[in-house]
């Protein structure tokens, strides 16, 4: 994650999630393709609402890796389409 910006008092008020696939398409024994899927999210912080907070950011980070997912499948398919 990565902080977008702060609040008045020099807390993070928003931060950038970001979640990065690499991998490698082996596509006969002699053709390697090596490819890439990000994804990022924005997300308001509040220290007080903590637990709140926890809880939106483990929901964002399901849904970038399901989003990841379908990136890596259009990719693939791509690829294998002549």
Not at 62 to 72: C, G, H, N, S, W
Not at 73 to 80: D, E, F, G, N, V
């Amino acid at each position: 994650r990565r902080t977008l910006s702060l609040s008045s008092s020099g807390q993070v008020a928003e931060y950038e999630l970001i979640y990065t696939v690499e991998y490698v398409l082996h596509n006969g024994p002699q053709t390697s393709i090596p490819l890439q899927v990000e994804v990022f999210r924005d997300y308001q912080d509040d220290p007080n609402f903590a637990l709140a907070k926890t809880r939106e950011r483990e929901v964002l980070v399901t849904e970038m890796r399901e989003d990841a997912a379908r990136q890596i499948l259009r990719q693939i398919s791509a690829q294998l389409t002549p």
